[in-house]
Every structure is written in C-alpha cells, then in structure tokens.
C-alpha cells in the first residue's frame, strides 16, 4: 500500500507541475488515478483473497495521495475539490469493478472521471453558493471521458502486463 500511496503521489506531484495543453480550467489526465485503478483491478496473481488488496486499501491509498499530494503542492482549497470527486468516483469505480473485465477497465475509468467532476462541480457549487457553475458541467464532462479513457488504458495495460507475467 504504502509502495502504491508513493507511486501515485510521484504521479500527482509531476502531472501537477505540468501545464495543461487545453483551454479547459480544471481539466488534467489524471494519471495518478491510474495507480488508483491498478490497486483496485490487479489480483497480483496470487489465489487467496488475503494476499489481495480490498476496497478499503484502495480507498486508503487514494485519500493518503489526496491529501499529501494537497500538501505537497500547496493546493488546500484543490484538496476540497479532490476529496470530494475522489470520493465519489472511488465509489462509483467500486461498483462498476463488479461488472466489466480486465480488459473494459477503460470504461471503469471514464465513468469514474466523469463522476469525479460531478463530484467537483456539486462542491464547487456548494461553496460559492453558485449554481450557474454547473453549466461548466457538459465541458468537464467530455475532458473527463476523454482523461478516464487515457487514464483506464493505461492501468488496463499494467494489470494486464502483469496478469501475463504472473501466468507465464
């Protein structure tokens, strides 16, 4: 766990200094939530269930890299707005995990993405006491489908790798 909290907030921490290569404000890949997903997806090739992470790891691992990675970088009111899309999207991901395969965790990730900025909007909407925000909604919503797709490849690639690797 502890190994997966540093890979991902390593992530989180570059992807952070990085600029955004499109006109979207609050949109980003999100390649930490990669290490998220490989948590959540990969078995480790091992037959007992003990030997595996839980939901509960994954949920750890994400809130340790949501508030180190707010830390780190020095964005606490961005901690809100992660805390709150995480939250919601881990859920939603959790759920989905029950109904696709190794190779349809691209679609785990999109959906989760696009929940994670329901998830920031509905908080962003709470704290200014503005509900004309959620018309920004539609746009974070096609960046999130776009980013969770990237994203999902990306740890689909890694769990199957290593799924291989182990059988081999």
Not at 106 to 131: D, K
Request: charged share 10%; hydrophobic share 55%; with cysteine.
């Amino acid at each position: 766990m502890a190994l997966l909290t540093a890979a991902s907030l390593i992530v989180f921490i570059i992807e952070a200094q990085i600029p955004v290569p499109v006109p979207v404000p609050g949109a980003k890949l999100g390649l930490s939530n990669a290490v998220t997903l490989f948590a959540l997806f990969c078995d480790y090739g091992k037959s007992r269930s003990e030997d595996n992470l839980t939901a509960a790891n994954v949920f750890l691992i994400l809130i340790c890299r949501i508030i180190l990675g707010a830390v780190f970088t020095g964005r606490v009111i961005a901690f809100i707005h992660s805390l709150a899309g995480g939250l919601l999207a881990f859920a939603v991901m959790v759920v989905l995990k029950n109904f696709v395969t190794n190779r349809q965790i691209w679609v785990c990730s999109a959906v989760g993405a696009v929940f994670h900025n329901i998830g920031q909007i509905i908080t962003a909407v709470l704290i200014t006491g503005t509900p004309e925000i959620a018309a920004y909604l539609p746009v974070l919503v096609i960046a999130g489908i776009v980013s969770g797709t990237v994203t999902g490849w990306v740890a689909q690639l890694t769990v199957n790798r290593l799924a291989q690797r182990g059988s081999g």
